[in-house]
C-alpha cells in the first residue's frame, strides 16, 4: 500500500493551499497579500493549527508574496508589535476608545458590544461579528503600509480619550 504524504494543510489537485477552518476565505477574490485583510486571514489559518510545521509553511507562503517593506511590517505585527523595537513610540489606545470607535463604525452600542465582549473574549472576535453582521464584510481593506501610517498617527495623538 502507498503512504500519502500529508500537508500541514488542504490543498486543492492543484496544490494550492485551501484553510477551510477560514471563513473568511474567498477563493474568487482572495484580497492582495499587502492588505491587512489577508495578513488577518493568514492569522487565523496561523492559529487555529497546533502543528509547527503548518503554522511555518502558513508563514513562509504568505512572506514570499510580500515586498521587502511588506514583509519586515508583517513579521512586526506577527510579533505583535506596532513599532520596531528600536522605536519608543506607544499607541497609549485603551480598550474604552477601541470600543467607541467599533461602536461609531458599526452603529452598535457600547451596550450591545460589551456582552459581546464577554461571551467572546477577544476585541478582534468582537469587531469581526459586529463588521460581517452589519454586512461590511466586503469594505475595501486597509494596506499594511496604510497600517503602519495609522499606527504612526494614533501614536502622535494626544487627548484624555
Do not use: C, H, W
Amino acid at each position: 500500500m502507498k503512504e500519502i504524504e500529508t500537508l500541514p494543510f488542504d490543498s486543492s489537485p492543484d496544490g494550492q493551499a485551501i484553510f477551510p477552518s477560514d471563513p473568511m476565505k474567498n477563493k474568487v477574490n482572495d484580497p492582495p497579500p499587502n492588505s491587512l485583510e489577508q495578513f488577518a486571514r493568514t492569522a487565523e489559518a496561523v492559529a487555529s493549527t497546533t502543528k509547527k510545521l503548518a503554522k511555518a509553511a502558513l508563514l513562509g507562503e504568505y512572506f514570499k508574496a510580500l515586498s521587502d517593506e511588506d514583509l519586515a511590517r508583517a513579521a512586526r505585527y506577527f510579533a505583535g508589535q506596532r513599532f520596531a523595537l528600536k522605536d519608543a513610540r506607544t499607541t497609549n489606545v485603551g480598550g474604552r476608545i477601541l470600543v467607541e470607535a467599533l461602536s461609531a463604525a458599526t452603529g452598535f452600542s457600547l451596550e450591545n458590544l460589551s456582552p459581546r465582549y464577554v461571551l467572546l473574549g477577544d476585541g478582534g472576535d468582537v469587531a469581526f461579528e459586529a463588521v460581517a453582521e452589519r454586512g461590511r464584510v466586503n469594505a475595501p481593506s486597509l494596506t499594511l503600509e496604510q497600517t503602519e501610517s495609522l499606527l504612526a498617527r494614533l501614536s502622535e495623538t494626544r487627548g484624555a480619550k
